[in-house]
């Protein structure tokens, strides 16, 4: 899929209501409008209400909803999927896409409380998330997580490496809870490459082409890519998958690269 691709299909989230995490810009965003485009409502989060206005207004009031907090806070947690069930009436599919990597560098110099805060948010934080839609009766029965990973939790990475282990912690938990939600709700992840967001900025900014040049299919990611295989997992296109990882990379990991 290019950059500048649209949707094509169109329907497949009639009648659902889907609450994206960290979805003011990038990835976050390209699901809901994604969703949006095909259907759905959303409610989108983020820690910057400016941000969630400029997104609202983009994917339109009727069918968007925000709420601003940060993603590891239990009463923001609870005040939105409360806030999500008070407008739109249900839950039905959960995207956790917030994801912090406050250190760079060897793991042997890194902060450990900044390391702790990677785990809060990266993994701990989506647990609670899954937890709370699942108790506010996700998808009751039917309901789609899908958390966003990385290829950096599928093999070292340099400097990095603890945003990595993270993502790796993801994917398990993951699996772990793709077995343990079954069969009513599944649970399953993309791992992305590098995708051209302000977040993965400093993994290409001022050298893309070279970068871009390592990729078997010649560019990185687009926020579309990633939004259209989270749609695809979290459709009834994907009834028979969970616990798994697709991995998005246009290609890097084939010659072993990451």
Known sequence: MGQESTASITGRFEGRVALVTGASRGI?????????QEGGRVCVTGRKQEGLDAAVAELGGDTAMAVAGSADD???????VAAVLEQF????VLVNNTGINP??????????????????VNVLAALAWTRKAVAAGLGAPGGAVVNIASVAGLKPAAGIGFYGTSKAALIHLTQQL???LAPDVRVNAVAPAVVRTRFAGALFEGR??????TYPLGRLGAPEDIGAAVAFLASDDASWITGQ?????GGLTLSGGI
């Open 28 to 36: 976050g965003l390209a699901v809901a409008r994604r969703i949006v």
């Open 89 to 92: 009436g249900s839950l039905d």
């Open 74 to 80: 239990p009463e923001h947690q609870d005040a939105t």
């Open 245 to 249: 990882t697709l991995v998005v990379d």
């Open 103 to 120: 250190s760079y560098g060897p793991l042997a110099q890194a902060d450990l409380g900044a390391l702790r805060k990677i785990l809060e």
């Open 178 to 180: 793709a077995a343990e």
């Open 208 to 213: 893309e082409a070279e970068v871009a040049a």
